[in-house]
């Protein structure tokens, strides 16, 4: 619907926010998992997969310990965004709230918190003062339209003889021959009730508000040099080197990783920019050290490795040495 005078909400324009560098010293931890764990990780490993035998656990000597450093950033953004559309419901003779009372407000003076932070959800409203009663424009104010199906007659072909003209000289139980049935869309009345106006000949039309509350995360995994898959850091979690939450975070400066400043200061940057038609209502960001072990081991006689990885201490194995084999 396009009548009435609209302007659609103007964009939000921003508060100004300062954005001091985050100033916080940074503890990497720096020793390995113990040897008990090591070996847990691996016999829940070996346990989980049908037929692997967990004696190459049992008897495996340990060897080396590599400990890498992975390092992980996470930025979430919490947006709010305003959007206005023309409604029209069925009137039934309440009181509308209408141009009478005053000029509508601007959408982003109306005053709603969002039900959870960091939560996606949704809120509808019409604006206020907006409201008209208006005759509708499908039945014209009727109430009632003419039966699209029997063109306002109430008759309809009879399906039961009209289809079969073989029938033709035995009289049709249907219609009693007459060709004709009575329609069953109208009842025979030729109306049909406007489903418009739901048969009231009048609407309601108004200005509805939307209000849409979004998160939008980003994670970004530092190279941690080892061939371990990255995208298994995905199931675990880390230890929080940094956790903070503001109105706007701003971007870290000065933990030892280089690449987790940089990408702390991209994202902050572009989710300012690309969500700058929103209101950004909170931000949060977190830097996690994600333990990563390289365990080297030999059982009769071979070299293997495998890693543990993640505050679960979980095992990623490339090559177990004993498959296939039920028997302990
Ligand atoms: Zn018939
Ligand atoms: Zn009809
Ligand atoms: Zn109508």
């Not at 059982?299 to 890693?307: D, F, I, T, V």
Request: with cysteine; aromatic share 12%.
């Amino acid at each position: 619907m396009t009548d009435g005078i609209f302007d659609p909400p103007p964009p939000y324009v921003p508060p100004y926010y300062s954005s001091a560098p985050v100033e916080k010293s940074f503890t990497i931890p720096t020793s390995p998992i113990s040897e008990d764990a090591a070996r847990q990780a691996l016999l829940e490993y070996a346990k989980k997969k049908h037929f692997y035998s967990s004696r190459p656990v049992q008897e495996m000597l340990l060897q080396n310990f590599h400990l890498f450093n992975a390092f992980r950033y996470c930025l979430e953004t919490f947006t709010e965004n305003r959007t206005c559309k023309w409604m029209a419901v069925p009137y039934n003779g309440e009181e509308v709230d209408d141009a009478g009372n005053g000029p509508h407000p601007n959408p982003w003076d109306i005053q709603k918190r969002p039900p959870h932070l960091f939560r996606k959800s949704e809120y509808h409203m019409p604006l206020p003062r907006t409201s008209s009663v208006k005759t509708c424009s499908q039945c014209r104010g009727r109430g009632r339209n003419i039966c699209g199906s029997c063109g306002g007659s109430g008759w309809s072909r009879c399906m039961a003889c009209g289809v079969s003209p073989t029938n033709l000289n035995q009289t049709c139980t249907a219609c009693g021959g007459m060709g004709q049935v009575r329609c069953c869309m109208c009842s025979g009345c030729g109306f049909k009730r406007c489903t418009t106006c739901c048969g009231q000949g009048r609407l309601v039309t108004y200005i509805q508000l939307t209000i849409k509350w979004e998160n939008h995360n980003f994670e970004f995994l530092a190279d941690h040099q080892s061939d371990f898959p990255t995208k298994r850091f995905k199931k675990v979690t880390g230890e929080i080197l940094l956790s903070d939450e503001q109105r706007t975070v701003s971007p870290v400066t000065n933990f030892p990783e280089p690449s987790i400043n940089e990408a702390s200061e991209n994202m902050i940057s572009q989710h300012r920019s690309e969500f700058a038609a929103c209101r950004i209502l909170r931000q949060r960001h977190t830097i996690e050290w994600l333990p990563l072990t390289k365990v080297d081991y030999t059982w009769k006689g071979a070299e293997y490795h495998y890693y543990v990885y993640g505050k679960e201490n979980r095992a990623y194995v490339e090559d177990y040495p004993r498959k296939y084999c039920a028997i302990m």
